[in-house]
């Protein structure tokens, strides 16, 4: 209890009291210029029936499908690659990991200058006979382009994951199903996969979290543009919340979104606890 202590005055106080505070001013009418006034669920009414928020709830749920999946399957590989003892595993496990360590901001600027409609990227593409793409003012292209940057940056961490969880499995069980006679393959899927549940579910949940939490990579890259194509519940939280000055609404607006993390944190647990226990 001691040893806890510290960490749980920590959250309490930086997570415990802002999320309190941000649920009671979900009922009032608050601007930061007049002192908030209650309003019931008036808020909510609002946010419901604003397409804009719809519209950026469905943005984010297809930008976390785009990004968990994907980023998951290619870290998993990328694990099971660096498990392999090739030469120079540690330079690749720091240029993987590089991404994740690096400010989320420092990232999104350097690929602003390399997706530029005359950047870097144009540039090789033009040379290869591919016209120039505009990977960040198309609005059937900007959100695929923050969904390919998403995952480059966060597959370090889930590399890293994996690969610590890769180490600590029993090898007395490969040589067995190597005697019995099975290939890599069938190791992979029979021995390996089911082996990796919880450090699969730990990814989920993280990757899942940080998805729907995202927005420096918008804010930087699109600000929520083009036509709103990339406007995520963040953004959009940010911008009622601090250029309309509807705190109030911003607000519920984050409980909505805390509610929908709840959801599918504990739909991921389901799921997840099912699968390990063979149901």
């Not at 009032?28 to 002192?35: A, G, N, P, R």
């Not at 997706?115 to 870097?120: C, E, V, Y």
């Not at 990339?230 to 409980?255: H, M, N, P, W």
């Amino acid at each position: 209890m001691l040893f806890s202590l510290p960490a749980t005055l920590h959250i309490g106080f930086w997570i415990g009291l802002p999320v309190l505070a941000a649920f009671v001013l979900s009922f009032t009418d608050y601007d930061v210029f007049k002192s908030p006034s209650f309003v019931g669920i008036d808020n909510y009414r609002t946010i419901f029936s604003d397409g804009e928020f719809l519209r950026s709830l469905r943005t984010t749920l297809f930008y976390a499908v785009g990004t968990v999946p994907v980023s998951m399957a290619l870290s998993l590989g990328l694990a099971v690659l660096l498990n392999q003892g090739i030469r120079g595993q540690g330079f690749f496990r720091t240029v993987i990991y590089l991404p994740q360590i690096t400010a989320t901001v420092a990232v999104a600027l350097v690929w602003s200058y390399l997706l530029q409609g005359d950047g870097l990227v144009n540039h090789l593409l033009e040379a290869i006979g591919v016209g120039p793409v505009d990977w960040l003012t198309d609005p059937s292209v900007a959100l695929f382009s923050v969904i390919l940057i998403s995952i480059w940056q966060s597959m370090g961490f889930n590399t890293l994951i994996y690969l610590a969880a890769l180490q600590g499995l029993p090898g007395d069980l490969y040589e067995a199903a190597s005697i019995d006679g099975a290939g890599a393959w069938r190791r992979f899927i029979s021995i390996t996969v089911p082996l990796l549940k919880p450090a699969t579910f730990f990814v989920l949940i993280t990757s899942t979290v940080g998805a729907f939490q995202a927005f420096d990579q918008v804010y930087v890259l699109t600000r929520g543009g083009p036509a709103y194509a990339t406007t995520l519940t963040t953004y959009e939280i940010y911008k009622t919340g601090f250029s309309d000055f509807r705190l109030g609404v911003a607000c519920a607006q984050s409980v909505v979104l805390l509610i929908a993390l709840i959801v599918l944190t504990a739909v991921n647990t389901r799921t997840m606890g099912e699968a390990r226990d063979g149901h």
